[in-house]
């Protein structure tokens, strides 16, 4: 149980670094967080691949060589999802217009349509992006933006429970978006937009899911 509680304060504080701004962070570029948020989904991705190759499940392939591919792969994809962030889905629902919309934000158009915010190569001013919002309506914009933000959350996790055959794993970062969400509702911030509370509590999911997963 004291791994567990250990871990998860781990991704707690080190996911809060990861989106800090501060004058250290010179020495931790991105992706280094990133890439250390996603090396537990690796290095676990890997030894599972091991174990599975050794029995069998993915071939005869040589288990070592099985385990490092699998685990840089997760590695990778991993990190990517991290490097993604929440994009325009932060739960303020700020009225700038857009500037690229998410690479997920097609599949959230499927079930909320085009993001108000978004008018292409078009540079509307103010006003009219404003008005855009009012006319979709602000209550369906907010749960597009949730939504948005549990997309995100998934491309974090969804390589690693693949890799290992664990939905709860997989399905894990979806509470982010509750997490930023209730952050923004309570304030829980030191700066304007800011939301430290959400970043702890994202990182806490993020690698207690594993230490429970792996422990338990």
Same mark, same amino acid.
């Given at each position: 149980?004291?791994?567990?509680?250990?871990?998860?304060?781990m991704g707690a504080v080190?996911?809060?670094?990861?989106?800090?701004?501060?004058?250290?962070?010179?020495?931790?570029?991105?992706p280094i967080p990133q890439?250390?948020?996603?090396?537990?989904? /690796?290095?676990? *991705?890997?030894?599972?691949?091991?174990?599975?190759?050794?029995?069998?499940?993915?071939?005869?392939?040589?288990?070592? %060589?099985? /385990?490092?591919?699998?685990?840089? %792969? @997760?590695?990778?994809?991993?990190?990517?999802?991290? %490097?993604? $962030?929440?994009?325009?889905?932060?739960?303020?629902?700020?009225?700038?217009?857009?500037?690229?919309?998410?690479?997920?934000? $097609?599949? @959230?158009? @499927?079930?909320?349509?085009?993001?108000?915010?978004?008018?292409?190569?078009?540079?509307?001013?103010?006003?009219?992006?404003?008005?855009?919002?009012?006319?979709?309506?602000?209550?369906?914009?907010?749960?597009?933006? /949730?939504? $948005?933000?549990?997309?995100?959350?998934?491309?974090c996790t969804i390589p690693?429970? %693949? +890799?290992?055959?664990?939905?709860?794993? +997989?399905?894990?970062?979806?509470?982010?978006?509750?997490?930023?969400?209730?952050?923004?509702?309570?304030?829980?911030?030191?700066?304007?937009?800011?939301?430290?509370?959400?970043?702890?509590?994202?990182?806490?999911?993020?690698?207690? *899911?594993?230490?429970? /997963?792996?422990?338990?």
């Amino acid at each position: 149980m004291l791994k567990i509680i250990l871990f998860t304060l781990m991704g707690a504080v080190l996911n809060r670094w990861r989106g800090l701004g501060h004058p250290l962070k010179q020495y931790t570029p991105k992706p280094i967080p990133q890439a250390i948020m996603a090396l537990p989904y /690796a290095i676990l *991705s890997g030894l599972f691949a091991y174990e599975a190759s050794s029995l069998g499940i993915y071939d005869d392939l040589f288990p070592v %060589i099985v /385990a490092w591919v699998v685990g840089i %792969i @997760v590695l990778v994809l991993t990190t990517l999802g991290f %490097i993604t $962030g929440y994009g325009q889905y932060f739960p303020d629902m700020h009225t700038q217009p857009l500037d690229k919309p998410q690479f997920v934000d $097609g599949l @959230v158009s @499927v079930f909320f349509g085009r993001d108000p915010r978004d008018f292409g190569n078009l540079k509307p001013d103010r006003l009219t992006a404003v008005l855009s919002i009012i006319n979709y309506g602000r209550t369906k914009l907010y749960w597009r933006c /949730a939504f $948005g933000m549990a997309l995100t959350g998934l491309c974090c996790t969804i390589p690693a429970g %693949i +890799a290992m055959m664990n939905p709860w794993i +997989a399905l894990s970062c979806i509470l982010k978006a509750p997490a930023y969400m209730i952050s923004y509702a309570l304030e829980l911030k030191k700066a304007e937009g800011d939301y430290n509370g959400a970043e702890y509590v994202t990182g806490a999911v993020l690698w207690g *899911s594993l230490a429970v /997963a792996t422990w338990l």
